[in-house]
DNA sequence: TGCCTCATAGGACATATGCACTAGTAGACC
DNA sequence: GGTCTACTAGTGCATATGTCCTATGAGGCA
């Protein structure tokens, strides 16, 4: 995937501290990027809307907002945006959820800043990006995604809830047929030959999936 | 599923004390089984072997043992037993591989004995079981599958694997027909109508997916 | 400008999948 | 013995899936 050019970035968090560390991180990264921050998500949506980010940061306890929805509407108004929740809660359930709902990260407060600059270059590269604070007790290979297109994630995201082709048309709004080359492209970058094994790939990438209580 | 009589019960466990009160709660669940005691794997498989078990207690950290493969090999020679897996470590990740491996249950070591029991209970009446102890900080809802027959929970293993009609049929040594015959009981159960929702579901529910470090 | 990738849309074709039937065998239950 | 379910195996059929092919427009890059 061509990465395109970083001309905006919209960091979301009401906490004064982070949202200046996180300009910080974005500055570096993209030099030449207007950072705008946020407040609350009706002043995301403004700042999208006057200029189309190609990334957001947003915080997932963001004030008064639900998660999920807010998630949702942001990826379905800014398709090529990259999603990307920083969240001090690092709750395995709440991670697959803004994931599935169409964020292309998710990043632990805790991290050091270059994990966190990191983590956002990989999902400007087409990656699924979850990074949690590294556990002491038992050490879990994170098995991971190669890159993928924005619309071969879309199209991951929908095959991995088990969604026919049809029905991710629909969602999407495109015709069956590109859906069709999509889920192609999307098979052979994740090597293998069917939709169920992309399927079981993603919930082992850590999309889908989840142990409870 | 017809719960077949209980009459050979094998408890797995190097530690005395806990080899105890599983043989308890055995003993009060199934009055009339026979509850043998195993100190080993080699002595597990003889016990097995002399007299097949209808269920299996399992220790994951049994003395010089590869929980993968010894849980394979058991579920292949024993495909009707079922295998519930007792453990100390409550690592996601090893949940996960247990189950994939074709344990029918996951049971924490910490969890009160009236809680062994009733999982147990669930395992026998076909249903895939995983408890770990209550995490104080955030509730997750665990999605549950219903109650399936054993060679429903079987194919569901491969399907949430990705594997193809052809290759179940392969592994599991039948013909492609009765694959078929299966996966679609499975989908009616699990009120689906493609492998790949199919395989989405197993991911939510435990089997599949995995979230790393 | 030319070259590239990505997203879009469709045709053709082989295979896989899912469903609706029939049917035999084995074990459990009454 | 009669009845029930699970597991097995098959046929037939409609639809879904996946691959290979062509083709167009947008946008980035050299």
Chains 1, 2 share one sequence.
Not at 109 to 123: D, F, G, M, Q, R
Request: neutral net charge.
């Amino acid at each position: 995937m061509t990465v395109r050019r970083i001309e905006t970035v919209i960091v979301a968090d009401d906490h004064p501290l982070f949202r200046q560390g996180m300009r910080h991180i974005a500055e570096r990264l993209y030099p030449q990027a207007r950072v705008r921050e946020a407040d609350t998500m009706d002043e995301v949506l403004d700042l999208a809307r006057a200029a189309p980010p190609q990334a957001v940061f947003l915080d997932l306890l963001f004030p008064g907002l639900d998660p999920q929805r807010s998630i949702r509407a942001l990826r379905e108004e800014f398709p090529k945006t990259s999603i990307i929740v920083v969240s001090m809660i690092e709750d395995e359930a709440l991670i697959r959820t803004v994931m599935e709902e169409g964020a292309d990260g998710f990043i632990a407060k805790s991290l050091p800043a270059a994990e966190i600059a990191v983590a956002i270059t990989a999902v400007r590269d087409g990656e699924f990006v979850i990074r949690r604070n590294p556990r002491t007790d038992l050490v879990v290979s994170q098995p991971g995604l190669p890159p993928l297109t924005q619309r071969q994630r879309d199209v991951l995201r929908l095959v991995a809830q088990g969604r026919t082709n049809k029905e991710i048309a629909r969602e999407l709004d495109i015709s069956p047929f590109t859906v069709r080359i999509h889920v192609s492209a999307l098979l052979r970058a994740l090597d293998v030959t069917s939709r169920a094994a992309a399927a079981a790939k993603a919930a082992h990438a850590g999309l889908g999936g989840l142990i409870g209580a």
